[in-house]
């Protein structure tokens, strides 16, 4: 498969177009949503395209590697994201934390998942970004 069409296949699965709506009534903003997701396949094409273009080791820029580091590192964010406000949740919010269930069923976890989700490390971590004090003490 040459290169170029790897870069529109990844435009085309990173940026996908909606389904049109059922109807017509929406039929002006569903046209403005693919315009705007057009113009950014269109960048990320672009940009992509430059990368390549200019990178003095072609070879060893993937774009499809590149791509999956990419979604792999927004997975790692996501997972911190996730752990800080579960702390957030059980550590920091009066008069009394979230209960584990409703916490469980908000992260698609088990209740015992939500419960070892984060260590001290992460309620220290809310603790420093917001100014809040826990319920408990750290560790």
Not at 17 to 26: E, G, K, V, Y
Not at 32 to 39: E, G, N
Not at 113 to 138: C, L, M, N, Q, S
């Amino acid at each position: 498969m040459a290169m170029q069409d790897i870069i529109e296949d990844l435009a085309a699965l990173i940026h996908p177009m909606p389904n049109p709506p059922s109807d017509d009534r929406d039929e002006e903003g569903w046209s403005i949503v693919c315009d705007d997701i057009l113009r950014e396949r269109q960048d990320f094409e672009r940009n992509l395209r430059l990368v390549l273009e200019y990178d003095e080791d072609v070879y060893s820029h993937d774009p499809l590697l590149t791509e999956i580091r990419a979604a792999r590192n927004e997975m790692l964010r996501a997972g911190e994201r996730m752990r800080l406000l579960i702390a957030y949740g059980r550590e920091f919010t009066r008069p009394r934390p979230y209960r584990l269930d409703d916490l469980a069923r908000a992260a698609g976890m088990s209740i015992s998942g939500v419960r070892t989700a984060y260590a001290d490390d992460e309620v220290a971590e809310v603790a420093k970004r917001t100014g809040a004090k826990p319920i408990r003490p750290i560790g």
